[in-house]
């Protein structure tokens, strides 16, 4: 009997949001059948959390009565398939987490909540009107009866309405509703909507579709016909139109497989809209939950159900920002990252991955294409198509006819001043000029800041105090419409001091410029101009950025101002002139990345300029006008730039050609920030690959101190990537039991050293 029980019994194994690599084995005694994949509710310590099984055997190693037992499972949720769970599993073997750390927080929230599951999973009650109904509605309603008839109205719109809907639309819709069934006019059905998988008629009808230029028509041939792993680099001019390309790589891949998936990454929020609308126009013929986004501001609601209907298949086009690589896509068949050279790919804190690194092993898993799209491509993709592991596809040209690249003008700031030319609140004549003349011709301009706020410092003359964050070794910034000094490190607020705190001096004055002050200068400089500011301060509202993008692109702005959120992928249509102010800190940075950002964030500014066929004009203001990136940029030479910068990365064995990997470690104090370092490093030293890692010198980070933690870092280099991984692998558990810092955390493929 006991020998027959033991035989029965079945044990999961399950993956925890918790910093230990394992698997949690439990006990599984419920009715529904287990299976990797699906979610449960197990016991941990004291509390019940949300596991996911990935295994389910008959056997555990764990003692009969350390086993406690899973409490619930979900299983009117399809399970997450073994590939997507494989994916959750690469990640966390190549970021250094757990399996766990990565696979729960993925899902969204109300998943991982079990009370929500049954209310989740309910079975989805809809109101169809009836032949009999269509014909004796609204005749059949009084005539004053207007919400009667709104819901009228709302059943004949569409084949069927959500109950929940529909009831909502009149407090006694329940009540008519179950009239009208009893005369037949409308069912009431139950279960999910089943998806409609027979071949639609074609999505698009390529008569209406833009005339593809040859060079468009060369890369959506190439797309179309690759059945395998395919990464392609799609390095089109700005305005080359690579969105076009994307759709109709799209439509072809939509038409081909009425149950393909495709997935778009773009790097902002922000930019979804605008991809949306054109996905929605383009594939009209869509139904509406078969295109939707994916991103971290998207209601809880709404984060769910558009997970699901990925999930479930139901989504044909998922739209996100970099979390959505990590969306279960049962059928995905396309992958394209737009604007993959962007450093907002890679999150920052907790699993510290790359969306589009982790979108070309999700293709290669999968056998799929991968598109990576750009003007500027990073150095590290162009080097992998350098070495023809992914194959280049040349957009050279503007897509719309008559549109050239704009002409680009660098304003020698030191001439300026040695001939006395007049310049306002560091707005050069000449572009103060251009201004004024785009503004006489109804044309838009755009001036390109990187530094928001009013002033980045307030400081004193008489004693030379300077207002600093009491929490960070940082100064705050000047707010001026807020009336506030705001640290930008930590978000420390204070109102702005009438004098000097440390000798009472009245006379304390912003230094140096941010947005906040230009979009003042320029008020005053160009006099009859609309100008808008955007930035972070000024789209802090939900929704506002889209408000203030849709005033320009209706005309209704003559200069926006604004930082890197003007820069990216916007199609303004009237824009003809670009201004940089303060663009030459970047090309000192001890950052080996930083010209390689400047230049692209340089590049895909300008290129707002002069879209839709008015030649455009770009106003760089420089100290260092003979500076070989600016050339570079003048000529649009980005080939030349990438070139230069590879082989100049090539001698200091830099990036792509050596791996990193950083430590950083955040304590009460440095010292002991520092001393976890030197620990951790002595401790790597004699673990297998470690030969082969270089370890530099823990040092303190640029702002050491943020919120009254002290942090620091410690770089490791390796020729070979797969050395370089052995070694942290090795490293995790003594990592794990050195003490004295508060956090502590690896990070593979750093951006920022
Ligand atoms: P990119 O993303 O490469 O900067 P977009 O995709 O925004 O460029 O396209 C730039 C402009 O060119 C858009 O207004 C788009 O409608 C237009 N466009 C794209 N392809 C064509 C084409 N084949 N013929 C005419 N206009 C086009
Ligand atoms: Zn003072
Ligand atoms: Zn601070």
Not at 428 to 437: D, I, Q, Y
Not at 657 to 679: H, I, N
Request: overall charge positive; hydrophobic content about 45%.
């Amino acid at each position: 009997m006991r020998a027959a029980q033991r035989m029965n019994a079945v044990f999961v194994r399950v993956a925890l949001d918790h910093p230990l690599p394992t698997l949690f084995d439990y006990r599984y005694e419920l009715a529904p059948v287990p299976a990797p994949g699906l979610l449960v509710r197990v016991p941990f310590g004291r509390r019940d959390v949300v596991g996911l099984i990935c295994e389910v055997t008959s056997q555990s190693d764990v003692p009969a009565d350390k086993l406690r037992a899973v409490a619930a499972i979900c299983d009117s949720c399809a399970p997450l398939s073994d590939e997507w769970r494989a994916l959750a599993a690469f990640a966390a073997e190549y970021y250094q987490r757990g399996l766990g750390e990565v696979a729960l927080p993925a899902l969204p929230q109300a998943l991982r909540d079990p009370s929500r599951w049954a209310r989740l999973f309910a079975p989805e009650e809809r109101y169809r009107l009836l032949p009999a109904g269509r014909a004796a509605l609204p005749d059949a309603l009084p005539a004053r009866a207007s919400a009667l008839r709104r819901l009228a109205d709302a059943l004949a719109a569409q084949p069927a309405l959500a109950a929940a809907e529909a009831r909502a639309l009149h407090p006694k819709a329940s009540a008519t509703l179950d009239e009208w069934r009893s005369l037949g006019w409308v069912a009431l059905e139950t279960g999910p909507e089943t998806p409609d998988l027979a071949q639609p008629p074609a999505l698009t009808d390529d008569a209406l579709l833009p005339h593809l230029t040859p060079e468009q028509q060369q890369a959506v041939d190439s797309i179309t016909a690759a059945r395998d792993f395919a990464p392609f680099l799609l390095h089109g001019v700005t305005g080359s139109g690579k969105t076009e390309v994307y759709l109709h790589a799209l439509a072809g891949l939509l038409n081909a497989r009425p149950d393909a998936q495709a997935l778009v990454l773009v790097p902002e929020i922000n930019l979804t809209p605008q991809f949306e609308a054109a996905f929605r126009t383009r594939f009209a013929a869509l139904p509406e939950n078969a295109i939707v986004t994916m991103h971290s501001g998207l209601a809880e609601g709404e984060r769910v159900r558009n997970w699901l209907a990925a999930h479930t298949g139901r989504a044909r086009i998922v739209l996100g920002t970099r979390l959505a690589i990590l969306a279960s896509l049962p059928k995905l068949a396309l992958i394209v990252v737009d604007e993959e050279h962007d450093p907002a790919y890679k999150q920052q804190e907790g699993l510290r991955y790359s969306a589009r690194d982790l979108a070309i092993y999700r293709a290669k898993q999968l056998a799929i294409p991968v598109v990576l799209g750009s003007a500027t491509p990073s150095l590290e993709s162009w080097w992998q198509a350098d070495q023809g592991r992914y194959t280049r596809l040349t957009l050279s040209r503007r897509a719309v006819a008559d549109a050239v690249l704009p002409s680009v003008k660098l304003i020698d700031l030191e001439e300026e001043r040695r001939r006395g030319r007049a310049s306002i609140e560091g707005l050069s004549g000449p572009l103060v000029t251009a201004l004024k003349a785009r503004l006489e011709r109804s044309e838009q301009s755009l001036v390109f800041l990187n530094r928001r706020g009013y002033a980045p410092i307030l400081s004193c003359d008489a004693c030379g105090w300077v207002a600093g964050c009491p929490r960070c070794s940082a100064y705050v910034v000047l707010h001026k419409p807020e009336r506030t000094l705001r640290c930008h490190h930590c978000g420390w607020e204070s109102r702005i001091p009438k004098s000097c705190p440390d000798c009472g001096n009245v006379d304390i004055a912003p230094m140096g410029r941010g947005t906040q002050r230009v979009e003042e200068t320029l008020a005053s400089a160009v006099p009859g101009a609309r100008v808008l500011r955007i930035d972070a301060d000024s789209t802090r509202r939900k929704g506002s950025a889209q408000a203030l993008f849709s005033d320009v692109h209706a005309g209704e702005v003559d200069i926006l101002v604004g930082t890197q959120m003007i820069a990216k992928g916007h199609d303004f249509q009237r824009v003809t002139l670009v201004g940089v102010l303060n663009a030459d800190t970047a090309l000192f940075s001890h950052d080996f990345r930083a010209s390689e950002r400047l230049f692209a964030q340089l590049m895909q500014v300008s290129g707002r300029a002069g879209r839709s066929g008015l030649p455009g004009e770009v106003m760089i203001q420089t100290r260092y006008p003979r500076h070989a990136l600016y050339h570079a940029l003048a000529r649009h030479d980005y080939v030349g730039f990438a070139n230069s910068t590879l082989a100049e990365r090539r001698d200091a064995q830099l990036p792509p050609f050596v791996y990193q990997a950083l430590l950083r470690a955040e304590g009460r104090t440095l010292e002991a920030a520092l001393a976890f370092l030197q620990q951790a490093a002595a401790a790597l030293a004699p673990l297998p690959g470690a030969d082969r890692v270089t370890v530099y010198d823990a040092v303190p980070l640029t702002v050491v101190k943020v919120f009254n933690v002290h942090r620091a870092q410690l770089l490791l280099e390796c020729a070979s990537r797969a050395a370089l991984q052995t070694a942290l692998r090795a490293w995790q558990p003594a990592l794990r039991s050195l003490k004295g810092v508060l956090r502590w955390a690896v990070e593979v493929d750093p951006l920022d050293i």
